[in-house]
């Protein structure tokens, strides 16, 4: 691994989620005399695997991108290992990812239903979750892609009003789909998986698509089913 390997590696420590165009931006700079793209994530992913960490992809439902990040691979409470959170906090998260999986095929609860959940989590009076201190954690859970607005135009730093905002629909981001897939794939056995990527589908009535034929139980996230259609004269089945 050279130099420009630890640019990379130095990228995704300061920015801990790179869509594919970052990336691949970083990528073209660096390696001006060509190469391979795959190649160069592989060298740093075999310097990687000795620590437990390795560079993995995945798309946001939200916005159909591919991001990449470094996951840590061998610690067994991934959540404990993803996030600087205390158990209070941690109770909190998982509170609101159990929340948005009991929508079903909906997948996503609001803004303001995020932040009543604090109420559910067991705290003594010392360590309980204030209604502020719930609104920066959801903040800075959107901010870092652990949650994300469904709707791609919103954004943590809206200049609407916080009505507004509470009435926003939020969803499992890219972050924890990346980091804590291993957990949401335990934890929540009954999310279908889209059967092109393997990843669970969360928001199915939204971006999940069977196959015309009715008699096919081929389930594909919309985003991955435009990606394998994409440049095929033909709409066959992947199946």
Same mark, same amino acid.
């Given at each position: 691994m050279n130099d420009k390997h630890k640019i990379i590696l130095q990228s995704f420590l300061a920015k801990h989620v790179m869509s594919e165009s970052q990336l691949r931006d970083i990528y073209a700079n660096l390696f001006t005399d060509g190469g391979n793209f795959d190649n160069v994530i592989s060298t740093i992913n075999e310097h990687l695997h000795f620590l437990g960490f390795e560079i993995r992809k995945a798309v946001d439902e939200s916005d159909g991108l591919m991001y990449y990040a470094i996951v840590n691979t061998k610690i067994d409470d991934a959540i404990k290992s993803a996030?600087?959170?205390?158990?209070?906090?941690?109770?909190?998260?998982?509170?609101?990812?159990?929340?948005?999986?009991?929508?079903?095929?909906?997948g996503k609860i609001t803004y303001h239903d995020c932040l009543l959940l604090k109420s559910k989590v067991e705290t003594t009076s010392s360590n309980a979750i204030s209604g502020s201190r719930a609104d920066i954690l959801l903040q800075d859970w959107i901010k870092c892609r652990w949650l994300s607005f469904v709707s791609s135009s919103s954004s943590s730093s809206s200049s609407k009003n916080s009505?507004?905002?509470?009435?926003?629909?939020?969803?499992?981001?890219?972050?924890? *789909?990346?980091?804590l897939r291993s957990y949401i794939e335990d934890v929540f056995e009954e999310l279908p #998986?889209?059967?092109? $990527?393997?990843?669970?589908?969360? *928001?199915?009535?939204?971006?999940?698509?069977?196959?015309?034929?009715?008699? $096919?139980?081929?389930?594909?996230?919309?985003?991955?089913?435009?990606?394998?259609?994409?440049?095929? #004269?033909? $709409?066959?089945?992947?199946?």
């Open positions: 996030t600087d959170l205390t158990p209070q906090e941690l109770a909190y998260f998982k509170l609101i990812l159990q929340a948005i999986v009991a929508e079903g095929e909906e009505a507004n905002k509470e009435k926003k629909m939020l969803t499992i981001g890219v972050r924890t *789909m990346l980091e #998986k889209c059967n092109l $990527c393997a990843d669970p589908i969360i *928001m199915k009535t939204i971006q999940g698509t069977h196959c015309s034929n009715h008699k $096919c139980s081929y389930l594909m996230h919309i985003h991955c089913k435009n990606r394998w259609f994409q440049g095929k #004269k033909t $709409c066959k089945c992947p199946q």
